[in-house]
């Protein structure tokens, strides 16, 4: 059976590992996976100290490869905006994503989803506009991803609703955190914050509780035709 095309649409290089790396794991045998990130900079961090642009390019590099995928990127792409896509031209965003999705066609479209980060909530609103109805190119399915970090505060901003979940076995969860831990040494915490082993474990736990199952990511449901 000839494979499907996934596109996953991030700001950041690490978010979709923490959201969907699971999903990715399961279903490599049923997908082409392509990547496009919008942004990477030199960021000072708080657990970690300054990490560079060259840093996260290549953690992002290695993760792509490790999913046998494509990353889309050339000159200008991802942006030296971390922390300031709400300062780019929207026009701009709308037309790197639109590029990228005319050229992958991508049956199934992985995105970020509403958030309080200006990064995630300018891709967000970026990848809605570009997936117009007059759009020339639209995926059958669209997914927002969940980021546990930036989705569960107050406001409909953040009001991100589940109604799909990936079913993850133990080894499934621990294959995603290998994952994390080999591509993103910068990145991953410790102790129990969200973005440490023991915090991703927990959530997807409780997102198992949701899906009856041991564990699960959530996704939500943007558009899917049948």
């Avoid at 560079?52 to 390019?57: E, L, N, P, V, W």
């Avoid at 999913?67 to 709400?86: C, I, K, M, T």
């Avoid at 639109?98 to 199934?108: H, W, Y």
């Avoid at 409780?206 to 939500?220: D, F, K, P, T, V």
Wanted: charged share 25%; glycine share 4%; with cysteine.
């Amino acid at each position: 059976m000839k494979k499907e095309n996934v596109l996953v649409v991030e700001a950041h290089s690490d978010d979709s590992v923490i959201s969907v790396a699971g999903f990715l794991e399961k279903f490599r045998a049923k997908y082409n996976y392509h990547f496009l990130l919008l942004a990477a900079s030199d960021v000072k961090m708080h657990h970690a100290g300054t990490v560079t642009r060259a840093q996260r390019i290549a953690e992002y590099e290695t993760y792509v490869k490790y999913f046998e995928g494509r990353w889309h990127s050339d000159s200008q792409v991802p942006l030296d905006a971390d922390g300031e896509l709400d300062q780019v031209p929207f026009r701009t965003l709308v037309q790197i994503i639109e590029f990228t999705i005319n050229r992958v066609r991508p049956s199934l479209l992985i995105c970020q989803g509403p958030s309080f980060h200006q990064d995630h909530r300018a891709v967000h609103e970026a990848t809605m506009a570009a997936t117009r109805p007059t759009s020339r190119f639209f995926p059958k399915g669209m997914y927002l991803m969940e980021n546990p970090t930036y989705v569960h505060s107050l406001g409909p901003q953040t009001d991100f609703k589940p109604d799909t979940y990936v079913q993850l076995t133990e080894r499934e969860l621990k294959l995603k955190l290998n994952c994390f831990r080999t591509c993103f040494p910068s990145q991953i915490r410790k102790g129990d914050n969200y973005l440490s082993e023991e915090g991703i474990r927990s959530w997807a736990r409780y997102r198992g509780i949701e899906a009856r199952c041991q564990y699960a990511e959530a996704l939500q449901t943007y558009i899917r035709a049948i």
